[in-house]
């Protein structure tokens, strides 16, 4: 068909495009040529000087910076091989890597749409950072997070919290949250599932055990779980005689 022989054309040279655009980029970005121009950095340069959408900047930027230690990617994404989404991808799991081990861990992601470039990328991505720094009346935290998580962020903020800045929005959903644990007066369900606890029966039970693991002189406060002291498949029944609060390690343990 020839509307499809054109489109192939066209194609081919658009992905041709993507290493040229990189070659000029490079230059921008080593002598910082942008700043003459009147943008703050290289990411400003690409939404408001070249009119990228926050997204494709962040792609070319990420696909620039890895290019300076693997020139060989602007030939790949050429060929089509890689993308610029899943060089992006990688960017942030392999940016501390070696150079060798970035290019490995970009080969495994070569000829793969985003989806399976996730999933092979997902055990590498770096958790969340939170670097805490204490001070003595405040204490400072400092997130780092992805576009697409702080994109997030501010959704939420928009939709339910506008009245809020970012401080009282993570605020407020801790106090939420945190009622959620402390609140008793919630209405008794009826569920026939045996294994079922109800959130007001949960809520007593943490509320008694001081919100700590009750495994003798364990006092774990994180991953708490509720435990049926006798379990329920030797007929334990969720009731509060028989039900304790443990860690999760303690929990495993008990088997
Ligand atoms: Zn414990």
Do not use: W
């Amino acid at each position: 068909m020839k509307i499809h022989n054109e489109l192939l054309a066209l194609r081919e040279k658009e992905k041709q495009l993507s290493s040229l655009i990189l070659e000029k980029l490079q230059i921008m970005e080593e002598q910082r040529l942008y700043l003459k121009l009147g943008y703050s950095s290289l990411f400003d340069y690409l939404v408001r000087g070249l009119g990228y959408s926050e997204t494709m900047a962040y792609q070319r930027q990420s696909c620039l910076r890895l290019s300076f230690e693997l020139p060989e990617i602007k030939e790949k994404l050429d060929i089509g091989t890689l993308t610029h989404s899943n060089i992006s991808l990688a960017y942030k799991a392999i940016k501390n890597q070696p150079v060798n081990k970035k290019r490995e861990i970009l080969e495994t992601i070569e000829n793969k749409t985003f989806r399976e470039a996730k999933k092979i990328l997902a055990p590498m991505a770096p958790p969340i950072k939170v670097k805490q720094q204490f001070f003595q009346n405040k204490v400072l935290l400092k997130m780092e997070l992805t576009h697409e998580e702080h994109k997030k962020l501010h959704q939420l903020k928009s939709l339910k919290f506008h009245k809020h800045n970012l401080e009282s929005l993570f605020m407020n959903l801790v106090d939420q949250e945190l009622k959620k644990y402390t609140k008793t007066d919630y209405k008794i369900s009826k569920s026939k599932n045996p294994r079922y606890i109800s959130v007001k029966l949960r809520n007593n039970i943490l509320k008694k055990a001081k919100y700590q693991c009750q495994h003798k002189g364990c006092e774990e406060t994180h991953y708490l779980q509720i435990d049926h002291i006798k379990p329920v498949r030797h007929g334990g029944k969720a009731n509060p005689n028989n039900l304790q609060v443990l860690c999760s390690g303690h929990n495993r343990g008990k088997g």
